[in-house]
């Protein structure tokens, strides 16, 4: 009855994802020229795709090394080999499988069934990972917000946001003494490891820009693609589909810009992220422990 229950939650977490996915996705593009968007999208150059695909995947392998330092911590050596598989497979699942366990909680499930850690120390690792990643995304945020079009039209919030970009680290210090001591001696390398991963997912944003509108101000896209970012953190959508081309719509209109090419720029981005998610069905390791053969991470 338990497991049943279970299942029925899930499918009724799924069903709803893809509800308010579909139904962002089509409140955004009723309010949009879709003719646009389209024409945006066939007419860009294949050569700045690639270049997204290839900065995207560099941001994921920052990223899985970053999370490997956080499984170190808690007693757990993975080979590098091995961690990178398990990260891709964790990213297919975050993608295309909305409502079950997801990419993070698989990871958990098959690192607390197959190497004997509790499982509370593993969600404190991967958990604290995903922070990190949302300290630094909010921190690049800032340094975009400083010089963009919204910084014009509001002066007066521009003190607040040099503010802010100075007391990002320094707040996130404390937080990682305080509640997370066992990661504090990791902090440095692992806060430089995350700006890489944000930086290198904007420099993507940059090159699908520049693949559909090369002579386009890239500044304020850009700044709107991080906080776009945040939005698809909270699991409501699929994959963050809907919750991102809604953030580029609002947030560019207030800036009366054209809504169409952020709009693009957001269906291109969730594409390179599902292509690039792929490898990790192709790559599907068994729940098994990693074989000593593998080599070890550096």
């Known amino acids: 009855?338990?497991?049943?229950?279970?299942?029925?939650?899930?499918?009724?977490?799924?069903?709803?994802?893809?509800?308010?996915?579909?139904?962002?996705?089509?409140?955004?593009?009723?309010?949009?020229?879709?003719?646009?968007?389209?024409?945006?999208?066939?007419?860009?150059?294949?050569?700045?795709?690639?270049?997204?695909?290839?900065?995207?995947?560099?941001?994921?392998?920052?990223?899985?090394?970053?999370?490997?330092?956080?499984?170190?911590?808690?007693?757990?050596?993975?080979?590098?080999?091995?961690?990178?598989?398990?990260?891709?497979?964790?990213?297919?699942?975050?993608?295309f499988l909305p409502g079950g366990v997801g990419g993070d909680g698989y990871k958990i499930f098959v690192l607390q069934k197959n190497h004997g850690v509790k499982t509370i120390n593993v969600f404190h690792a991967v958990f604290w990972d995903r922070l990190t990643g949302i300290i630094a995304l909010i921190f690049l945020a800032l340094i975009l917000l400083i010089p963009s079009s919204f910084a014009a039209l509001m002066p007066t919030t521009v003190p607040y946001l040099w503010a802010g970009l100075a007391a990002v680290y320094p707040m996130a210090w404390l937080l990682n003494r305080f509640a997370y001591p066992q990661f504090l001696q990791?902090?440095?390398?692992?806060?430089?490891?995350?700006?890489?991963?944000?930086?290198?997912?904007?420099?993507?944003?940059?090159?699908?820009?520049q693949a559909l509108s090369p002579d386009t101000h890239s500044i304020d896209y850009l700044a709107i693609f991080m906080f776009s970012t945040v939005a698809t953190i909270l699991p409501i959508t699929i994959g963050g589909a809907g919750a991102r081309e809604v953030t580029f719509y609002y947030m560019l209109n207030h800036i009366q810009l054209d809504a169409s090419l952020g709009i693009a720029l957001s269906l291109v981005f969730f594409a390179v992220s599902a292509v690039s998610s792929l490898p990790g069905i192709l790559l599907r390791i068994r729940h098994e422990a990693p074989a000593a053969k593998e080599a070890e991470t550096p």
């Open 1 to 95: 009855m338990a497991k049943t229950s279970q299942g029925a939650k899930k499918t009724l977490k799924a069903l709803l994802q893809v509800l308010v996915t579909l139904t962002a996705l089509y409140l955004v593009l009723q309010k949009t020229d879709v003719r646009q968007i389209g024409q945006a999208i066939g007419g860009s150059n294949p050569w700045y795709i690639l270049l997204a695909i290839v900065f995207f995947n560099i941001s994921k392998l920052f990223n899985a090394v970053r999370l490997n330092r956080f499984f170190r911590a808690i007693g757990l050596d993975l080979p590098w080999g091995y961690n990178l598989k398990l990260y891709y497979l964790g990213m297919f699942y975050n993608l």
């Open 186 to 209: 990791l902090f440095a390398v692992t806060a430089w490891e995350s700006i890489m991963v944000q930086a290198t997912q904007a420099a993507t944003a940059f090159f699908i820009l």
